[in-house]
């Protein structure tokens, strides 16, 4: 039972990894992010492709899963976010969790705020 509970812990920290490198990769590279919801529901990157015109001038594009018109990362009013900022930070606490410590992950790194209020809840 524990060999399952450390593969599931190595999946999830893999899983985090990944997707602080996606959303650096949105940012930096201009990658589109295709949310998947499945061949019932979804649509193929193919079609997302096809309706590149409803978003083509964002700045970072994450697709909704169900309609690939759809960027959830587009500008909204009330809410203005720093992409430049979230991906330098994301770069950042991927280096502290592929080769930090442990104290350096719960004192100094942008988790550690989050991680203080889970202890003290």
Request: charged share 25%; with cysteine; hydrophobic share 45%.
């Amino acid at each position: 039972m524990a060999c399952n509970a450390f593969h599931s812990r190595t999946a999830e920290v893999s899983l985090f990894l990944a997707a602080l490198e996606l959303l650096d990769e949105a940012v930096s590279d201009r990658k589109v992010v295709v949310l998947e919801a499945g061949p019932v529901w979804g649509y193929t990157r193919a079609q997302a492709e096809s309706c590149r015109h409803a978003w083509r001038n964002d700045t970072v594009v994450v697709l909704h899963p169900i309609d690939p018109t759809c960027n959830l990362a587009a500008p909204q009013p009330r809410r203005a976010v720093d992409w430049c900022r979230l991906a330098h930070k994301s770069r950042e606490l991927k280096q502290v969790v592929e080769g930090g410590s442990m104290w350096e992950l719960e004192q100094q790194s942008s988790l550690a705020p989050a991680i203080r209020a889970l202890k003290a809840a």
